[in-house]
């Protein structure tokens, strides 16, 4: 997928903070980060959304899981806690359709949502 930036930040070709990656996965730094420690993890297949998963991902969506365990723990927030976020489709408030895990921490987060 030439046209989609995470793909593109994947093959290298855009750049970015990658904070780990391995042969399911890259993740790096957000652009406009939320918190101290604001992580994207993606898988390097091209995933529009969680809409779009089918049993082959199972293995990479509980990768990704403990990927964000891992960015933790280097990222020093394993012990004060974090939050994992994916949002789908117009109403989940997604932006970029590939796939993608936010790992925010490093201060309180805040109320998981608002109520309205
Ligand atoms: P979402 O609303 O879940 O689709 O979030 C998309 C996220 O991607 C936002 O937090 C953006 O700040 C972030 N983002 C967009 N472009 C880039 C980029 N080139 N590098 C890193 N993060 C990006
Ligand atoms: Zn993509």
């Known amino acids: 997928m030439s046209d989609c930036i ?3 930040i994947i093959n290298k070709e855009v750049d970015a903070t990658i904070v ?10 957000d652009i406009y980060p939320k918190a101290p420690v604001h992580v994207l ?9 969680l809409a779009h998963v089918t049993p082959e991902d199972e ?9 964000a365990r891992k960015i ?8 004060s806690g974090f939050r994992t976020i994916i949002n789908t489709g117009r109403h989940g408030g997604q932006e970029i359709y590939h796939l993608h ?6 201060r309180p987060v805040g109320p998981m949502l608002v109520r309205q």
Do not use: K, T, W
């Open 72 to 79: 933790a723990e280097e990222q020093g927030i394993l012990e």
């Open 41 to 49: 993890i993606v898988p390097r297949r091209h995933i529009p959304s």
């Open 6 to 8: 995470f793909c593109r």
């Open 20 to 29: 780990y990656e391995d042969d399911q996965v890259v993740a790096f730094n």
């Open 101 to 106: 895990m936010h790992l925010v921490g490093g």
């Open 59 to 67: 293995p990479v969506l509980g990768h990704m899981m403990y990927v």
